[in-house]
């Protein structure tokens, strides 16, 4: 199939070299007539008329007169919509199966020379001996590339340039590559979960398909893991699959991940640059003509991700051009990602909306655990996953996270793995089983030792945070050489050594990757590379401090994990506290040993702070982080919880206070909230109720069955399979069966769509 492809483009090549000279060299240098530019034009809008019939579209005539009005051209609306209509008249009306193909896109007169020709070289080919045949092909094929490469970006070829992007699109996103799986990937449309994001109020969910329905332009920040860089993937994905068709304008994604950006003096030219190179990149060459007009037509989807991993000195500067650079193409779409902690409003005047991703909720992780069924080995499963994540409130939190979703049940397939209580254990035991692992199938032994391994990736992940180069998430292999050179020696190790540790590293940790055939490396996730910049700093508290103090964005995360490493966290915590308080609350969650003084007046400062402040979401977070500990102190925390409930006249506070119990994923919560359930003024506990999950479906189904419609609406909003249980055993009571029938049917209706999610990405 390829050898045709490329044989009929060499022919076309060789016959429009006929007919219109050497149009490659003409069109770059001379410009084209107006009546050329015309034509030009037409065909794209020809093109739209082709694409809304392939896809038994209704006809868009306003639509395609609203793009193509600002043109150079001269063509008025009303040409426009003639142009248009004609040709999907013409087109719907043709009965031909093979009306897509590539022949019925060529202009008449030149398909009879190409028949000929084909004919003429088709003979040749027959006739000529297999090394003959074999040298033909490859000449053909090369020659095939150079001319696609020429002609790439001519208008008359955009269709082709667009369905060449597709496919690389398609090949480069379809598997979610999980470097620290024994199963290295897995299907993107089998394994993402729609990730539901929060709208302007309190506990509106949403899913991201709506969101773009109702905003053009959005700021989507989210927890480091959440799921930011996934849903930009998924996006192309639909493109690739040809349903992104709830947007009116059906626009082309170009993802753009911010990390490279490396410029200093960045403009709106050098990100125009970036975008053609994207294209390049992806099998669209010379894209030039086609991104200046997608982006003045708004046909292009701007996906701008991480705009957290961009380094801080120049981050500011990024900003400022993506600013200008969206206020100069305002018809575009646009979603930038970044972390939560690290975006500050900055876009807040150029977009629609911002919005957060949210954490998994039980029927999420539910939803994603199913692509793992068939990796469950004997004695374990799903089911019993959740019932073990249950047990573990600090675990549960990570498992909200989609990254540290996907970490935990790989290792959980391993039957000799088993579920730690803390985040600090957790990511220890996961390194270590990474770093140790052999190649299985070939029976070869690690030739180097994990403890080497794991120095290795310290020290390269403190040089990417510490380094003067732009980017902190890719490393060039002259950079890692000359630091391991440095290093081995410390581990008895000859910097020979370094290309063999570093193989060791990427084929069987999948905690490095190699980019570009080997000039790039960069850790498997910023997370991962936190966690070993943590390690290595692990003996050297003062220096991490200094670290923080300069740069409280770059360093928090890896503070956090530190807190999780050291014997003693006290001072550490007592400086970040000067600096950042909510990050010193934070610390605590994760910190082994603190002063208990420092830790009450931490958490007492916290206390008023979630009793007075209006936005309380990620005071409530990390309070409940601490009260969800077992210890003393956790205790003494989730009893002043519990008594806000119980004695605080403030309504404010009781709603803060629900908030927070809800987040600490403790079973014993759940009736405590429910003491609440029916006061009015409460509403906001029935929510929490629902983002607990399957902890309250008990609960809620004993309310429901005291005739409560309330409740049996909360089972439909948690939507797991034991929630429909729940309702399915109210249809044993007469005065329930009307009542619960239909929102049975509603819950077995949504969890029937989501087993066939994959359908639709």
Request: with cysteine; aromatic share 8%; proline share 3%.
């Given at each position: 199939?390829k050898?045709?492809?490329l044989?009929?483009?060499?022919?076309l090549?060789?016959?429009?070299?006929?007919?219109?000279?050497?149009?490659?060299?003409?069109?770059?240098?001379?410009?084209?007539?107006?009546?050329?530019?015309?034509?030009?034009?037409?065909q794209?809008?020809?093109?739209?008329?082709?694409?809304?019939?392939?896809?038994?579209?209704?006809?868009?005539?306003?639509?395609?007169?609203?793009l193509?009005?600002?043109?150079?051209?001269?063509?008025?609306?009303?040409?426009?919509?003639?142009?248009?209509?004609?040709?999907?008249?013409?087109?719907k009306?043709?009965?031909?199966?093979d009306?897509?193909?590539?022949?019925?896109?060529?202009?008449?007169?030149?398909?009879?020379?190409?028949?000929?020709?084909?004919?003429?070289?088709?003979?040749?080919y027959?006739?000529?001996?297999?090394?003959v045949?074999?040298?033909?092909?490859?000449?053909?094929?090369?020659?095939?590339d150079?001319?696609?490469?020429?002609?790439?970006?001519?208008?008359?070829?955009?269709?082709?340039?667009?369905?060449?992007?597709?496919?690389?699109?398609?090949?480069?996103?379809?598997?979610?590559?999980?470097?620290?799986?024994?199963n290295?990937?897995?299907?993107?449309?089998?394994?993402?979960?729609?990730?539901?994001?929060?709208?302007?109020?309190?506990?509106?969910?949403?899913?991201?398909?709506?969101?773009?329905?109702?905003?053009?332009?959005?700021?989507v920040?989210?927890?480091?893991?959440?799921?930011?860089?996934?849903l930009?993937?998924?996006?192309?994905?639909?493109y690739?699959?040809?349903?992104?068709?709830?947007l009116?304008?059906?626009?082309?994604?170009?993802?753009?991940?911010?990390?490279?950006?490396?410029?200093?003096?960045?403009?709106?030219e050098?990100?125009?640059?970036?975008?053609?190179?994207?294209?390049?990149?992806?099998?669209?060459?010379?894209?030039?003509?086609?991104?200046?007009?997608?982006?003045?037509?708004?046909?292009?989807?701007?996906?701008?991700?991480?705009?957290?991993?961009?380094?801080?000195?120049?981050?500011?500067?990024?900003?400022?051009?993506?600013?200008?650079?969206?206020d100069?193409?305002?018809?575009?779409?646009?979603?930038?990602?970044?972390?939560?902690?690290?975006?500050?409003?900055?876009?807040?005047?150029?977009?629609?909306?911002?919005?957060?991703?949210?954490?998994?909720?039980?029927?999420?992780?539910?939803?994603?655990?199913?692509a793992?069924?068939?990796?469950?080995?004997?004695?374990?499963?799903?089911?019993?996953?959740?019932?073990e994540?249950?047990?573990?409130?600090?675990?549960?939190?990570?498992?909200?996270?989609?990254l540290?979703?996907?970490?935990?049940?790989?290792l959980?397939?391993?039957?000799?793995?088993?579920?730690?209580?803390?985040?600090?254990?957790?990511?220890?035991?996961?390194?270590?089983?990474?770093?140790?692992r052999?190649?299985?199938?070939?029976?070869?032994?690690?030739?180097?030792?994990?403890?080497?391994?794991?120095?290795?990736?310290?020290?390269?992940?403190?040089?990417?945070?510490?380094?003067?180069?732009q980017?902190?998430?890719?490393?060039?292999?002259?950079?890692?050489?000359?630091?391991?050179?440095?290093?081995?020696?410390?581990?008895?190790?000859?910097?020979?050594?370094?290309?063999?540790?570093?193989?060791?590293?990427?084929?069987?940790?999948?905690l490095?990757?190699?980019?570009?055939?080997?000039?790039?490396?960069?850790?498997?996730?910023?997370?991962?590379?936190?966690y070993?910049?943590?390690?290595?700093?692990?003996?050297?508290?003062?220096?991490?401090?200094?670290?923080?103090?300069?740069?409280?964005?770059?360093?928090?995360?890896?503070?956090?994990?530190?807190?999780?490493?050291?014997t003693?966290?006290t001072?550490?915590?007592?400086?970040?506290?000067?600096?950042?308080?909510?990050?010193?609350?934070?610390?605590?969650?994760?910190?082994?040993?603190?002063?208990?003084?420092?830790?009450?007046?931490?958490?007492?400062?916290?206390?008023?702070?979630?009793?007075?402040?209006?936005?309380?979401?990620?005071?409530?977070?990390?309070?409940?982080?601490?009260?969800?500990?077992?210890?003393?102190?956790?205790?003494?925390?989730?009893?002043?919880?519990?008594?806000i409930?119980?004695?605080?006249?403030?309504?404010?506070h009781?709603?803060?206070?629900?908030?927070?119990?809800?987040?600490?994923?403790?079973?014993?919560?759940?009736?405590?909230?429910?003491?609440?359930?029916?006061?009015?003024?409460?509403?906001?506990?029935?929510q929490?109720?629902?983002?607990?999950?399957?902890?309250?479906?008990?609960?809620?189904?004993?309310?429901?069955?005291?005739?409560?419609?309330?409740?049996?609406?909360?089972?439909v909003?948690?939507?797991t399979?034991?929630?429909?249980?729940?309702l399915?055993?109210?249809l044993?009571?007469?005065?329930l069966?009307?009542?619960?029938?239909?929102?049975?049917?509603t819950v077995l209706d949504?969890?029937?769509?989501?087993?066939?999610i994959?359908?639709?990405?």
């Open positions: 199939m050898q045709k492809y044989l009929r483009l060499f022919i090549t060789l016959s429009l070299s006929i007919f219109l000279g050497s149009v490659s060299s003409s069109y770059s240098q001379n410009p084209p007539s107006v009546l050329f530019k015309q034509q030009a034009l037409s794209e809008i020809k093109g739209y008329a082709k694409r809304h019939v392939d896809n038994n579209e209704n006809m868009k005539t306003e639509l395609i007169k609203d193509y009005e600002d043109n150079s051209v001269g063509l008025t609306k009303s040409q426009i919509g003639e142009i248009y209509e004609t040709e999907y008249t013409q087109l009306q043709q009965k031909s199966a009306n897509n193909s590539f022949w019925n896109q060529l202009p008449k007169d030149l398909s009879d020379w190409i028949v000929i020709v084909i004919g003429g070289m088709g003979w040749i027959a006739a000529t001996s297999k090394v045949n074999k040298w033909i092909t490859t000449i053909i094929e090369k020659i095939g150079w001319s696609y490469k020429q002609l790439s970006g001519l208008p008359f070829f955009e269709d082709i340039n667009l369905k060449g992007y597709r496919k690389a699109l398609g090949k480069k996103y379809e598997k979610l590559n999980i470097s620290f799986s024994d290295h990937s897995l299907e993107m449309r089998d394994v993402y979960v729609p990730l539901k994001v929060s709208g302007s109020k309190d506990y509106q969910l949403i899913e991201v398909e709506h969101a773009l329905n109702d905003y053009k332009r959005l700021v920040k989210g927890a480091p893991g959440s799921g930011k860089s996934m930009c993937r998924s996006l192309c994905i639909e690739v699959d040809d349903k992104l068709k709830y009116l304008e059906q626009p082309i994604p170009l993802l753009l991940e911010l990390h490279g950006l490396k410029e200093s003096n960045l403009t709106v050098t990100l125009k640059k970036k975008l053609v190179e994207i294209c390049a990149l992806n099998d669209f060459p010379k894209a030039d003509n086609f991104i200046d007009n997608g982006l003045k037509k708004g046909r292009l989807f701007l996906l701008f991700d991480g705009l957290d991993e961009v380094k801080s000195e120049i981050r500011s500067s990024v900003i400022e051009v993506i600013k200008i650079f969206l100069t193409y305002e018809k575009c779409r646009v979603i930038i990602t970044c972390r939560a902690a690290v975006y500050d409003n900055q876009f807040i005047n150029v977009v629609d909306q911002t919005l957060e991703i949210e954490e998994f909720r039980d029927r999420q992780i539910r939803d994603f655990l199913k793992w069924e068939s990796q469950m080995p004997t004695g374990k499963s799903a089911e019993q996953l959740m019932e994540l249950r047990k573990r409130p600090r675990i549960m939190e990570l498992a909200r996270n989609p540290l979703l996907t970490m935990i049940t790989d959980y397939t391993k039957t000799f793995f088993i579920l730690p209580h803390s985040r600090g254990d957790f990511y220890k035991q996961a390194t270590e089983i990474f770093l140790e052999r190649d299985t199938e070939k029976n070869i032994a690690n030739d180097y030792e994990g403890k080497d391994k794991r120095r290795v990736l310290q020290s390269l992940a403190l040089y990417l945070y510490d380094s003067q180069q980017d902190r998430r890719e490393i060039s292999y002259d950079s890692m050489r000359n630091k391991l050179n440095e290093v081995l020696p410390s581990l008895n190790l000859s910097p020979n050594d370094t290309n063999p540790i570093i193989k060791e590293i990427c084929d069987r940790s999948g490095l990757l190699c980019l570009d055939g080997g000039e790039n490396y960069k850790f498997a996730h910023l997370t991962l590379q936190e070993f910049a943590a390690e290595a700093l692990r003996e050297n508290e003062k220096d991490l401090i200094n670290k923080f103090k300069i740069d409280t964005v770059a360093w928090r995360e890896i503070v956090k994990l530190w807190c999780g490493l050291a003693d966290s001072n550490l915590i007592r400086e970040v506290y000067e600096k950042d308080p909510l990050a010193a609350l934070e610390c605590l969650a994760d910190a082994q040993v603190v002063d208990e003084t420092l830790a009450n007046k931490i958490i007492e400062y916290f206390k008023q702070q979630l009793l007075s402040q209006e936005d309380t979401d990620n005071i409530a977070k990390a309070l409940a982080a601490v009260a969800a500990d077992y210890r003393p102190r956790g205790k003494a925390l989730l009893q002043f919880l519990i008594d409930m119980e004695k605080d006249d403030n309504l404010s009781k709603q803060a206070a629900a908030k927070t119990l809800s987040y600490t994923n403790l079973p014993q919560v759940v009736e405590t909230l429910a003491t609440y359930y029916h006061q009015p003024h409460l509403l906001e506990v029935r929490e109720l629902i983002r607990m999950g399957d902890l309250a479906v008990s609960t809620l189904e004993s309310i429901a069955m005291k005739d409560c419609e309330e409740a049996m609406d909360d089972l909003a948690i939507g399979h034991d929630a429909a249980d729940a399915n055993k109210l044993d009571y007469p005065q069966e009307e009542k619960a029938a239909w929102r049975v049917a949504k969890l029937k769509e989501d087993e066939t994959s359908d639709r990405f």
